[in-house]
């Protein structure tokens, strides 16, 4: 009985119609950035200093500059805020006293700066920045910094639970209709964001926006993976990936020339509502209608594909049946990833390594926002990395296999985050050089884990084992702000030692795993078992968009 790819075989395998479908899609694909990384600009910490009233009074008095003004009233105060009190800690002395000099203010009230009482900012903060963030708009500075790190946590802890559920309503009621309604959902809660007063009702919007965004990229995927032909799947797929590096740059130069970020927020949103124009631009998955006993409408859009591509469909497939294929009776369960040694060693290696990438690729990100001179610079510069990374990916992964690529991207992810740590603070370029080879090793290594992932578990348990080792990225992705922000309390490049630690055992970890190039997907638990058994075959590779399974169930070609 033929099969849907040997239809596109004839009608075209990646032609206009697929190519449409893919450039649209790719479109979705850029506009989730904001969502993944938007903390960066929706979260910038600006330098800071408590509020004290008087203090612009007499420094208007005085004449003093910024910089002096800063000295005398600012508790150590180094020249550029660094530590903990110049930035929670104000001097408890009236400014607004008679008879303060201009030359030893705290010495004429009675003090100095080592012996004035200090107390906390009941008057709120000065913020050095021209622009807005949830940071400056709600203080979320020293003992409400940890709402920051609740913040970009909700929507992780919304891609976590929001998988599955969307994955359920893509396999249950389509690709297109899921893509549509959460495309929908999407964008009530970006414009919910932009309204909404209270910083409560933010977190509350931002988690649901991590239920419905991240299965929305994922629903692209599968679609744009389905329409076209085997030969093609991967690359789209990269490409797929590298359209979310574009949307990177896009961002960036959008919250460069948007710095409040209620408006930023209200200007990445508001283009989204274009994408409902899908319903009359986008096709349903063929492969998914035929999955649903659907036929004849399947076969309709396969003619439709063939007419756009300018093909001529043959007449011996016109009004073929397609039949579901029999994938076997068994029952897949959690303890199907525990039960036998390899493909337990093969869970535990993967989960760590899907946690690591997570930690390392949204941690990186962080850590610079919180350490860039120009954040709009450093932001583009850690982005540019990603295609080149892409890059060595396509050319190494089917010369050098799987295994060797992966370590070294960890090890190098691992190693650059400690060289960072260790360049010191006045050679800032160097430092961001090293933070942006890390960034390109940890998307490598983001990169290699997706697909990885479905090589190596038997075709009935393949969806089971990805969407269970791959929930911890969005684990990690919960606990990274935590990490990040506290760390920096104790030593401000400490997570990056935590971030070269992670890396390093994910590299070593890898290579505890089987090599697949040169090998078909696993049917059964034995193959999996026994898959150090050499066998000359062709691999029709899957690709996975970064921190979401999908598309596990591809065809093999022998």
Same mark, same amino acid.
């Given at each position: 009985?033929?099969?849907?790819?040997?239809?596109?075989?004839?009608?075209?395998?990646?032609?206009?119609?697929?190519?449409?479908?893919?450039?649209?899609?790719?479109?979705?694909?850029?506009?989730?950035?904001?969502?993944?990384?938007?903390?960066?600009?929706?979260?910038?910490?600006?330098?800071?200093?408590?509020?004290?009233?008087?203090?612009?009074?007499?420094?208007?008095?005085?004449?003093?500059?910024?910089?002096?003004?800063?000295?005398?009233?600012?508790?150590?105060?180094?020249?550029?805020?660094?530590?903990?009190?110049?930035?929670?800690?104000?001097?408890?002395?009236?400014?607004?006293?008679?008879?303060?000099?201009?030359?030893?203010?705290?010495?004429?009230?009675?003090?100095?700066?080592?012996?004035?009482?200090?107390?906390?900012?009941?008057?709120?903060?000065?913020?050095?920045?021209?622009?807005?963030?949830?940071?400056?708009?709600?203080?979320?500075?020293?003992?409400?910094?940890?709402?920051?790190?609740?913040?970009?946590?909700?929507?992780?802890?919304?891609?976590?639970?929001?998988?599955?559920?969307?994955?359920?309503?893509?396999?249950?009621?389509?690709?297109?209709?899921?893509?549509?309604?959460?495309?929908?959902?999407?964008?009530?809660?970006?414009? @919910? *964001? #932009? %309204?909404?007063?209270?910083?409560?009702?933010?977190?509350?919007? /931002?988690? $649901? +926006?991590?239920? &419905?965004?991240?299965?929305?990229?994922?629903?692209?995927?599968?679609?744009?993976?389905?329409?076209?032909?085997?030969?093609?799947?991967?690359?789209?797929?990269?490409?797929?990936?590298?359209?979310?590096?574009?949307? @990177? *740059? #896009? %961002?960036?130069?959008?919250?460069?020339?948007?710095?409040?970020? /209620?408006? $930023? +927020?209200?200007? &990445?949103?508001?283009?989204?509502?274009?994408?409902?124009?899908?319903?009359?631009?986008?096709?349903?998955?063929?492969?998914?209608?035929?999955?649903?006993?659907?036929?004849?409408?399947?076969?309709?859009?396969?003619?439709?594909?063939?007419?756009?591509?300018?093909?001529?469909?043959?007449?011996?497939?016109?009004?073929? +049946?397609?039949?579901?294929?029999?994938?076997?009776?068994?029952?897949?369960?959690?303890?199907?990833?525990?039960?036998?040694?390899?493909?337990?060693?093969?869970?535990?290696?993967?989960?760590?390594?899907?946690?690591?990438?997570?930690?390392?690729?949204?941690?990186?990100?962080?850590?610079?926002?919180?350490?860039?001179?120009?954040?709009?610079?450093?932001?583009?510069?850690?982005?540019?990395?990603?295609?080149?990374?892409?890059?060595?990916?396509?050319?190494?992964?089917?010369?050098?296999?799987?295994?060797?690529?992966?370590?070294?991207?960890?090890?190098?992810?691992?190693?650059?985050?400690?060289?960072?740590?260790?360049?010191?603070?006045?050679?800032?370029?160097?430092?961001?050089?090293?933070?942006?080879?890390?960034?390109?090793?940890?998307?490598?290594?983001?990169?290699?884990?997706?697909?990885?992932?479905?090589?190596?578990?038997?075709?009935?348990?393949?969806?089971?084992?990805?969407?269970?080792?791959?929930?911890?990225?969005?684990?990690?992705?919960?606990?990274?702000?935590?990490?990040?922000?506290?760390?920096?309390?104790?030593?401000?490049?400490?997570?990056?030692?935590?971030?070269?630690?992670?890396?390093?055992?994910?590299?070593?970890?890898?290579?505890?795993?089987?090599?697949?190039?040169?090998?078909?997907?696993?049917?059964?638990?034995?193959?999996?078992?026994?898959?150090?058994?050499?066998?000359?075959?062709?691999?029709?590779?899957?690709?996975?968009?970064?921190?979401?399974?999908?598309?596990?169930?591809?065809?093999?070609?022998?």
């Amino acid at each position: 009985m033929p099969t849907l790819d040997d239809i596109l075989e004839h009608i075209g395998e990646f032609d206009r119609f697929q190519k449409q479908t893919f450039f649209v899609l790719c479109l979705l694909s850029a506009s989730f950035t904001p969502v993944y990384v938007g903390v960066f600009f929706f979260g910038f910490i600006p330098e800071h200093r408590c509020f004290s009233p008087g203090v612009a009074e007499l420094s208007q008095r005085c004449g003093w500059s910024l910089e002096e003004q800063l000295n005398h009233t600012v508790p150590e105060w180094d020249g550029h805020g660094a530590s903990f009190d110049s930035r929670c800690r104000r001097y408890e002395v009236d400014w607004n006293a008679t008879g303060i000099s201009c030359t030893d203010p705290l010495g004429s009230l009675g003090g100095s700066g080592s012996t004035a009482p200090l107390g906390p900012c009941r008057d709120g903060w000065v913020y050095n920045s021209p622009g807005s963030s949830l940071v400056t708009e709600f203080d979320l500075v020293c003992e409400d910094s940890w709402k920051l790190d609740l913040f970009q946590s909700s929507v992780n802890a919304g891609f976590f639970i929001g998988s599955i559920n969307i994955g359920y309503i893509a396999d249950r009621f389509g690709r297109k209709f899921c893509l549509l309604t959460t495309i929908l959902a999407n964008i009530v809660c970006g414009i @919910l *964001l #932009v %309204f909404v007063p209270t910083y409560l009702w933010i977190v509350i919007i /931002r988690f $649901l +926006q991590g239920l &419905v965004s991240k299965g929305c990229w994922t629903a692209g995927y599968i679609l744009v993976t389905e329409v076209v032909g085997p030969q093609y799947r991967r690359t789209v797929g990269i490409l797929y990936q590298a359209a979310f590096s574009v949307g @990177l *740059l #896009v %961002f960036d130069a959008i919250a460069y020339a948007v710095p409040h970020w /209620r408006w $930023l +927020q209200l200007t &990445v949103t508001l283009p989204t509502c274009f994408f409902l124009l899908y319903y009359w631009c986008l096709p349903e998955s063929p492969r998914w209608l035929i999955s649903q006993g659907k036929n004849d409408k399947a076969m309709k859009i396969v003619s439709d594909m063939a007419k756009k591509n300018g093909k001529k469909m043959p007449s011996h497939f016109k009004d073929i +049946q397609f039949e579901e294929e029999d994938c076997g009776k068994q029952n897949p369960s959690l303890m199907d990833l525990f039960r036998t040694p390899q493909i337990r060693k093969n869970t535990l290696i993967l989960m760590y390594n899907w946690f690591t990438s997570s930690v390392l690729y949204q941690g990186l990100i962080m850590h610079m926002g919180m350490d860039a001179e120009n954040m709009y610079l450093d932001f583009l510069y850690s982005a540019l990395v990603e295609f080149p990374a892409a890059f060595i990916i396509i050319v190494t992964i089917d010369r050098l296999g799987r295994r060797y690529p992966w370590a070294v991207s960890n090890v190098v992810a691992g190693a650059a985050c400690l060289a960072t740590a260790l360049i010191p603070e006045d050679m800032h370029s160097l430092k961001v050089v090293a933070a942006c080879i890390g960034r390109m090793g940890i998307t490598m290594a983001f990169e290699m884990v997706c697909f990885v992932s479905t090589e190596l578990y038997p075709t009935y348990i393949r969806n089971l084992g990805v969407m269970v080792c791959s929930s911890l990225c969005d684990i990690g992705g919960v606990l990274v702000p935590f990490i990040v922000y506290r760390l920096v309390e104790v030593w401000h490049d400490l997570p990056l030692i935590v971030f070269t630690v992670l890396g390093l055992i994910a590299g070593g970890l890898v290579l505890l795993l089987p090599e697949t190039k040169g090998r078909v997907l696993p049917e059964t638990v034995e193959d999996v078992e026994n898959f150090h058994r050499k066998r000359t075959v062709l691999i029709a590779a899957s690709h996975v968009v970064r921190g979401a399974p999908v598309s596990a169930e591809e065809p093999e070609q022998t």
